[in-house]
């Protein structure tokens, strides 16, 4: 069971579409993060918001752009992306940034 | 830099003890976390350790020695349903929101 929900759960699209990842949290956290997990490597993360507030973008292209409209919800738009950037994308949020982080199930990324 | 190493894979029997281990080096230490993967699914939170010794929880222990840059996760009366990753990650004063990952230990029980 988790209270952080990630839509979709898969998705497949081509080098030129653009598209948007769903995170929603319901545990009343402050902070959300996303990361990036590719196979026999480590999680990356990629971006932190606290209060709504980007707080760390770590070197993550531009193709890459978050959002995080209220502090429930988090989206990543996607456009432009390239084979490399076929991956697991997870979600998490904390109460805030010492408390540790609560996941969500990812969103299976594939690029053609 | 940060390094942070743990076994790539790891296989133990049902009912037995596991203990995997994990190293880091970096430097502003703050904390050290484990979560569990299954397969397809989110890392779960297990423990969480800042002062040295060992924090049981369960068939779950952590153990940290900040003098040595180690931390081990042990599993006691291993069941089938513990098949999964196990992911060490460190975070660092003034930065607690950066987690830095392992690659994570695969850890298979077998009957």
């Known amino acids: 069971e988790t209270g952080v929900t990630q839509t979709p759960r898969h998705l497949v699209m081509g080098m030129t579409n653009k598209k948007s990842l769903k995170c929603e949290q319901h545990l009343g956290h402050n902070a959300m993060y996303w990361y990036k997990q590719s196979a026999k490597k480590p999680l990356e993360l990629m971006f932190v918001?606290?209060?709504?507030?980007?707080?760390e973008n770590n070197s993550v292209p531009s193709r890459f752009s978050p959002e995080c409209p209220n502090s429930s919800h988090l989206f990543l738009h996607l456009h432009t992306l390239q084979p490399e950037d076929s991956a697991l994308y997870l979600c998490?949020?904390?109460?805030?940034?010492?408390?540790?982080?609560?996941f969500g199930d990812g969103t299976r990324l594939s690029i053609l | 830099g940060q390094n942070i190493d743990q076994p790539t894979e790891m296989t133990a029997t049902e009912g037995a003890i596991v203990q995997i281990n994990c190293t880091y080096q970096t430097s502003g230490f703050n904390g050290l976390f484990w979560y569990q993967q299954h397969a397809g699914e989110a890392p779960t939170f297990l423990s969480y350790?800042?002062?040295?010794g060992l924090e049981e929880k369960g068939r779950f222990s952590s153990f940290l020695s900040r003098s040595k840059g180690y931390s081990y996760l042990l599993l006691k009366e291993l069941q089938m349903k513990d098949s999964a990753s196990y992911l060490c990650?460190?975070?660092?004063?003034?930065?607690?929101?950066?987690?830095?990952f392992g690659t994570g230990t695969r850890l298979q029980v077998t009957l």
């Open positions: 918001y606290s209060l709504e507030e980007r707080v």
């Open positions: 998490a949020s904390s109460q805030d940034r010492e408390q540790p982080q609560h």
């Open positions: 990650a460190v975070s660092r004063s003034g930065t607690a929101s950066k987690l830095t």
């Open positions: 350790n800042v002062l040295d």
